[in-house]
């Protein structure tokens, strides 16, 4: 029986370091609409083709997983995040040119993470698959609480440019701890059925519903991830006397560093109580928020980020518990290319989320701009309750 071992808090470093430039461009997003005369939506646009260029990165490295091995792709597309991540804080300086370098770093993203997610369910005991996937992807929350802080904190005292340059940075510490974390550990088997064996009528069902689930589970989060930041910031400096670096502390704080504990407590819940139960429950709060949070930015700064706190805990929880779960009902020989597929429709429609988004708040007045672009993704949240819900409740 497979234990926990040095790779996993090593692992969740590489992690951390990897997704530190995650959150950049969504913690400058202000600012930048202003100097590069952006409206709300070509700036989701920009963010819109990271995670369109995430999502197919995704595809190809679970692809390239089942051919070369997870450990071997991990290792690559660490060095390429810190590549990408340097060259966009060297040369983003307009729309366009950011457009452009932040899909790349889309496109070295995805090779971290499914990656890191099969290693962890490979090389830990099977009682204990969703709390790893749980800290592995909590990892990722501790990372974007890293960019934003470290964003805000330079567009405080410098400019964009230094926030884009130093997140940058810290991506770099992701190559050596990524190959420590993936020297001993051993590959994901792609020997457990043979190729031809099929799904049977309950698997395929339980898939297709937890892609679907998926799917509008990365509507609901990538949306918000983009503009909530920027929510906060309108909201806050409308209040008066907040600068930039308070508005990312309470930012990070309120919607990622949420996020890692509820990673952690997810992945401990659905390995105690069930994915089903655990599904239904953050899919019912992450609806709600998002359907009463675009309403509140009047009612003061504390008890706005207790509900964007909220917020920031339920939409991003469910995610190890997904992944843990298709783990559980693909063949290991399959995994990798049913991850790649959930993930370009899920980080696909999650591409969308902030374009949609953003064109919400262009067209609607002034009253409504905020509750409807919030509601608009509060959309994605009822397709993955309606999709929990079927789900049968023996797996």
Same mark, same amino acid.
């Given at each position: 029986?497979?234990?926990?071992?040095?790779?996993?808090?090593l692992l =969740?470093v590489?992690?951390?370091?990897?997704? #530190?430039?995650?959150?950049?461009?969504?913690a400058c997003l202000?600012t930048?609409?202003?100097a590069w005369?952006m409206?709300?939506?070509?700036a989701g646009?920009?963010q819109?083709g990271?995670?369109a260029?995430f #999502?197919?990165?995704?595809?190809?490295a679970?692809? #390239?997983? @089942?051919?070369?091995?997870?450990?071997?792709v991990?290792r690559?597309?660490?060095?390429?995040?810190?590549?990408?991540?340097l060259?966009?804080a060297?040369y983003?300086r307009?729309?366009?040119?950011?457009?452009?370098l932040?899909?790349?770093?889309?496109?070295?993203?995805?090779?971290?993470?499914?990656?890191?997610?099969?290693?962890?369910?490979?090389?830990?005991?099977?009682?204990?698959?969703?709390?790893a996937?749980?800290?592995?992807?909590?990892?990722?929350?501790?990372g974007?609480?890293?960019?934003?802080?470290?964003?805000?904190?330079?567009?405080?005292?410098? @400019?964009?440019?230094?926030?884009?340059?130093?997140?940058? %940075?810290?991506?770099?510490?992701?190559?050596?701890? /990524?190959?420590?974390?993936t020297?001993?550990?051993?590959?994901?088997t792609?020997?457990?059925?043979?190729?031809?064996?099929? *799904?049977?009528?309950?698997?395929?069902?339980?898939?297709i519903l937890?892609? =679907?689930?998926?799917?509008?589970?990365?509507? &609901?989060? %990538?949306?918000?991830?983009?503009?909530?930041?920027?929510?906060?910031a309108?909201?806050?400096?409308l209040? /008066?006397?907040?600068?930039?670096? &308070?508005?990312?502390?309470?930012?990070?704080c309120?919607?990622h560093?949420?996020g890692? %504990?509820s990673?952690?407590?997810?992945g401990?819940a659905?390995?105690?109580?069930?994915?089903r139960s655990?599904?239904?429950?953050?899919a019912?709060l992450?609806?709600?928020?998002?359907?009463?949070?675009?309403?509140?930015?009047?009612?003061?700064?504390?008890?706005?980020?207790?509900?964007?706190?909220?917020?920031? %805990?339920?939409?991003?929880g469910d995610?190890?518990?997904?992944?843990?779960?298709?783990? @559980?009902?693909?063949?290991?020989h399959k995994?990798?290319? #049913?991850?790649?597929?959930?993930?370009?429709?899920?980080?696909g429609s /999650?591409?969308?989320?902030?374009?949609?988004?953003?064109?919400?708040l262009?067209?609607?007045?002034?009253?409504?701009?905020?509750?409807g672009? *919030?509601?608009?993704?509060g959309?994605?949240?009822?397709?993955?309750?309606?999709c929990?819900l079927l789900?049968?409740?023996? @797996?």
């Amino acid at each position: 029986m497979k234990k926990y071992s040095s790779f996993l808090p090593l692992l =969740v470093v590489s992690r951390i370091c990897t997704t #530190a430039v995650f959150m950049t461009y969504a913690a400058c997003l202000v600012t930048l609409m202003e100097a590069w005369d952006m409206t709300a939506a070509q700036a989701g646009a920009v963010q819109a083709g990271f995670t369109a260029a995430f #999502a197919v990165s995704l595809l190809v490295a679970s692809l #390239a997983c @089942d051919r070369l091995g997870a450990k071997f792709v991990y290792r690559v597309s660490t060095i390429l995040v810190a590549l990408t991540a340097l060259a966009f804080a060297v040369y983003a300086r307009s729309q366009p040119s950011a457009l452009l370098l932040v899909s790349l770093i889309g496109l070295a993203q995805g090779g971290t993470y499914t990656p890191a997610l099969m290693l962890a369910s490979a090389n830990v005991a099977a009682a204990r698959k969703a709390s790893a996937m749980g800290w592995v992807l909590s990892g990722m929350s501790a990372g974007y609480v890293i960019s934003i802080l470290t964003a805000s904190t330079m567009l405080e005292w410098f @400019d964009y440019r230094a926030a884009f340059l130093l997140t940058a %940075f810290i991506s770099v510490f992701g190559v050596p701890f /990524g190959y420590l974390a993936t020297a001993r550990v051993e590959e994901p088997t792609r020997t457990a059925l043979p190729a031809a064996a099929p *799904f049977s009528a309950h698997a395929r069902r339980q898939t297709i519903l937890l892609t =679907v689930g998926y799917v509008g589970h990365c509507w &609901e989060l %990538f949306g918000a991830w983009a503009w909530v930041p920027a929510f906060v910031a309108s909201s806050l400096l409308l209040a /008066g006397e907040t600068s930039f670096t &308070e508005i990312g502390i309470w930012t990070a704080c309120a919607l990622h560093l949420t996020g890692f %504990f509820s990673s952690i407590l997810s992945g401990y819940a659905s390995d105690r109580f069930g994915a089903r139960s655990v599904l239904i429950g953050f899919a019912v709060l992450g609806m709600l928020c998002s359907f009463i949070l675009g309403w509140l930015p009047a009612i003061g700064p504390v008890a706005l980020m207790i509900v964007v706190a909220m917020y920031g %805990f339920v939409i991003i929880g469910d995610s190890a518990v997904l992944s843990s779960a298709m783990t @559980d009902t693909v063949p290991a020989h399959k995994l990798g290319a #049913a991850l790649g597929v959930r993930s370009v429709l899920g980080i696909g429609s /999650g591409a969308l989320a902030p374009i949609g988004f953003g064109i919400t708040l262009d067209v609607l007045p002034e009253t409504l701009q905020w509750p409807g672009a *919030f509601s608009v993704l509060g959309l994605g949240g009822s397709v993955a309750l309606v999709c929990a819900l079927l789900l049968r409740k023996a @797996d």
